[in-house]
């Protein structure tokens, strides 16, 4: 195999730690360099975490940033981010966007829906009707802004999100996107209809890529990679159980199952890392709560360890390994 792609979810604050733990795993046990795949696409808390890889921060000191354990040298953009405060998230509640009052569909959602009806998605839409958050991501994001360059990084960096007066899926820094720096395009990505304000780009509002899908993997099809390693702390086996967490993380999974099958159709690998059970008690239901960030990457690494020694994964990894270390 010679071309990899990288596909991290969305997933809150949570969500990031879990990235940590699964990539942190992936680094120490097969020596695969997340930082230097073919391609990184990153929805929501992905797209946090990729910008970081892009930026030249190791898996490790991911992990090792999120338990607030001793950094290598070359660090120092985590410990740039580290020296800015943080605002204070108030819990995420699924429950609470049904108490928001949805929005009336514009013209330019109902153009789309009667002259592209099999691209439409009416709980994608729905959610870019619910009224904007009170929350400011891009006020979160501040110390990206101070550590972005001009010019988009390379290898290719794409980041989701969804534009709110249609409902369609925007995929900055993909050829022909719009152009937008990379700190906007990750606030954009990250604002969670209801919780976070809609982010202005180019005259447009954009809400959370994880309306669309919470890993928006195949818009890796047709791109000629061999494999693509998918991290998605919103999937996973749910059981039965009739809460709102669960059934969000069953939709989840369906779309995932979905997306993985796109990409097998077209010859390309697929490893999925998604929390299990063991996983998702350490994670609980507040994707916003820095409460159990430790217990999450420690969960994590040690579950997608366990993933990523079976015969067919490590096979897997192994052979993509050589390109991941270009």
Avoid at 56 to 66: K, Q
Avoid at 157 to 167: K, N, S, T
Avoid at 203 to 209: E, I, L, M
Wanted: charge should be positive.
């Amino acid at each position: 195999m010679t071309r990899v792609g990288l596909v991290l979810g969305a997933g809150g604050v949570v969500g990031q730690a879990y990235h940590s733990g699964v990539l942190a795993v992936l680094q120490h046990d097969f020596d695969f360099d997340a930082r230097t795949v073919d391609v990184i696409v990153g929805t929501s808390a992905g797209s946090i975490t990729g910008t970081l890889l892009r930026l030249g921060v190791s898996a490790e000191d991911l992990a090792a940033w999120t338990v607030k354990a001793p950094l290598s040298g070359d660090a120092d953009v985590l410990r740039h981010m580290a020296g800015t405060p943080l605002p204070e998230l108030a819990p995420f509640r699924p429950l609470d966007l049904l108490r928001h009052p949805l929005g009336v569909p514009g013209r330019h959602m109902i153009q789309r829906v009667v002259t592209r009806p099999w691209l439409f998605r009416p709980l994608a839409a729905g959610m870019t009707l619910v009224a904007p958050g009170r929350h400011d991501v891009v006020e979160q994001l501040a110390a990206l802004r101070e550590l972005e360059k001009p010019e988009w990084p390379e290898p290719p960096l794409w980041i989701c999100a969804v534009r709110r007066r249609d409902g369609r899926r925007v995929v900055f820094g993909r050829p022909a996107a719009p152009e937008a720096p990379i700190h906007l395009a990750v606030a954009a990505s990250c604002s969670m209809p209801g919780y976070f304000a809609p982010v202005g780009i180019g005259g447009h509002a954009y809400v959370d890529g994880g309306v669309h899908s919470p890993t928006n993997a195949a818009i890796l099809r047709n791109r000629g990679l061999d494999l693509v390693v998918i991290v998605s702390p919103m999937s996973g086996p749910a059981g039965s159980r009739p809460d709102v967490y669960a059934a969000s993380r069953r939709h989840s999974a369906r779309l995932l199952r979905r997306e993985v099958r796109a990409l097998e159709a077209t010859g390309v690998r697929t490893v999925v890392f998604a929390p299990g059970a063991a996983e998702q008690q350490v994670m609980g239901n507040d994707m916003m709560s820095r409460q159990r960030l430790n217990e999450v990457v420690q969960k994590s690494f040690l579950e997608a360890g366990a993933r990523a020694a079976t015969p067919a994964v490590s096979d897997l990894l192994r052979r993509a390994r050589q390109a991941g270390n270009r």
